[in-house]
């Protein structure tokens, strides 16, 4: 087999990025499958640096790849004159429009008696929204005005994204009495009458087409609570932007938290992956931050990169992936464990024990 590898551009970005890509690249390599790695630099030192968050170097390279890995970028809260977050640009450039955070508990916590485990993804619109930067102030700075923006194109788009992974998750699951595929279609619509009331008219449209799946709609301040509460009651939530961005960080309490969340932005060209969590400042340079978001973002990448990979390599990318995902949930139940998850371990002890168990498994 001597097929050309394909391209990964890496941008580990700011703070902890710098940490916990590496270990997703080390985990990478270990595979062998036929990869190239690409660095390019984004975020907030680079802004100081050179005077731009997303350079154009980075923008082609991204263009170009076949698939980015990219860490966190610390974010100043206060205005900046030119600064604008990069992975908010990127996900438009490219218009990686869906952004999937997926989240399961396995193992289950202790004492916990439900029959039915955590397995849930939020799908979240990634490219509009009240993310789609249309802020401005008036009255000499006394009022300041952001513009939500919803498409009938986008909320197409990104129900369809939802409905077809709930058949594919449905699919996928060999029990006999495995739940029936369910959207859950999250929104405002009582208050935001014209956005959200667009989002989940669309939503409920494009349901029609998915008859095997279930819809129901929740308002998103309940399914707050519900995530908190009954979250094995969720199977897809599909949701806006800003609402999905919270959700997803609720939802991700039960996966053991930021530093094992991971992420997939998607598009029909482009495809970009990254742990859900920020440049984490309080603990940046310890060398203590949790590897295992980044770890898993490595797994999704290589599932989608089976798609582009040729056809003799293709189930080999599926097996690595499935492979790491193992050993991702091997650290997570018998460790070693990083102060996140109430261990003392450091960065590199995680990575090495997922290597470990990728390759014996
Ligand atoms: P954060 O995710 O960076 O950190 C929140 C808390 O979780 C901190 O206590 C941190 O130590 C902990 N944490 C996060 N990831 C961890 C890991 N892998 N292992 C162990 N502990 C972990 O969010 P925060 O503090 O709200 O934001 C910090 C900076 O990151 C800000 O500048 C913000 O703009 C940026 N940020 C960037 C994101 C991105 O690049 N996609 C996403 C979220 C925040
Ligand atoms: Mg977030």
């Given amino acids: 087999m001597n097929a050309p590898p394909l391209t990964i551009l890496v941008i580990p970005g700011d703070g902890i990025g710098r940490e916990v890509i590496p270990a997703a690249v080390a985990v990478l390599q270990s595979t062998g499958l ?33 698939a980015v890995l990219f860490g966190a970028v610390a974010s100043p809260s206060h ?10 640009r990127l996900r438009r450039e490219l218009d990686l429009y869906a952004n999937i955070r997926p989240v399961f508990d396995d193992p289950p916590r202790a004492g916990d008696l439900r029959a039915r485990r955590v397995d849930l993804v939020v799908v979240r619109e990634n490219t509009e929204g009240l993310y789609a930067g249309r802020e401005r102030v008036e009255d000499g700075g006394a009022t300041a ?7 009938r194109r986008a909320s197409e788009r990104i129900a369809r994204v939802a409905f077809e992974l709930a058949r594919a998750r449905h699919a996928a699951r060999s029990a006999e009495d495995a739940p029936p595929a369910k959207v859950t279609i999250v929104h ?40 908190a509460t009954r979250p094995e009651r969720f199977d897809v939530i599909v949701t806006t932007n800003l609402f999905g961005d919270i959700l ?17 932005n998607l598009g029909e060209r482009h495809a970009l992956f990254e742990p859900v969590h920020g440049a984490a400042p309080d603990i940046a340079g310890k060398g203590i931050a949790n590897p295992l978001a980044a770890i898993g973002c490595a797994a999704l990448l290589l599932d989608h990169l089976a798609h582009r990979a040729p056809l003799d390599v293709a189930s080999d990318f599926r097996a690595w992936s499935a492979r790491i995902q193992r050993a991702i949930r091997r650290v997570r139940v018998a460790g070693p464990h990083t102060p996140d998850l109430g261990g003392n371990a450091v960065t590199s002890e995680v990575t090495n024990a997922v290597i470990a168990h990728t390759l014996t498994s």
């Fill in 248 to 264: 997803s960080d609720v939802a991700c309490a039960w996966g053991g938290g930021l530093g094992l969340a991971s992420s997939a």
């Fill in 79 to 88: 205005p900046v004159a030119g600064y604008r977050s990069p992975i908010v």
């Fill in 34 to 66: 036929p990869l190239r790695f690409a660095e390019a630099d984004a975020g907030w030192e680079c802004f100081q640096r050179c005077g731009e968050a997303l350079p154009l170097e980075t923008l082609d390279a991204a263009r170009a790849a076949d």
């Fill in 188 to 227: 405002k619509a009582n208050v935001l009458r014209e956005t959200c009331g667009l989002f989940r008219a669309v939503a409920l449209e494009v349901a029609q087409a998915y008859p095997d799946v279930q819809a129901d709609e929740m308002l998103v301040d309940a399914c707050a609570l519900q995530l």
């Fill in 145 to 151: 005005i952001a513009e939500r923006v919803i498409t």
